[in-house]
């Protein structure tokens, strides 16, 4: 996985912020925790700064599909819907918290 010096260098900035406090996804999550990959946890990083999807297919020298295909694959492996779902797994995951997978089938 990228360290925050290589991050730094291709213009990826590792910190994301909820309201007054701020966080580094590169650093809550690691390359294979929920599955993520180092791109899709990059991808994560930028989307939780708010940076619009065209601006990070830039950053990241990569289409736009390419960036909807990560997100739509990091959001599946972090189990939400929505960029606050992935927040709050974030969030969570970073303060420590047991994480349980839900069985929606009942």
Do not use: W, Y
Not at 15 to 26: A, D, M, N, T
Not at 44 to 61: D, G, H, N, Q, W
């Amino acid at each position: 996985m990228p360290s925050d010096t290589s991050n730094r260098a291709s213009g990826l900035q590792p910190r994301c912020k909820l309201g007054k406090f701020s966080f580094s996804p590169v650093r809550v999550f690691r390359e294979g925790d929920f599955g993520l990959s180092a791109r899709e946890i990059q991808t994560l990083t930028l989307i939780l700064e708010e940076i619009p999807l065209r601006e990070i297919a830039t950053r990241m020298e990569v289409s736009m599909h390419t960036v909807d295909t990560f997100k739509r694959r990091l959001f599946e492996k972090l189990g939400v819907t929505t960029l606050a779902g992935a927040a709050a797994v974030a969030t969570a995951h970073l303060a420590g918290m047991a994480l349980v997978q839900q069985d929606n089938t009942a």
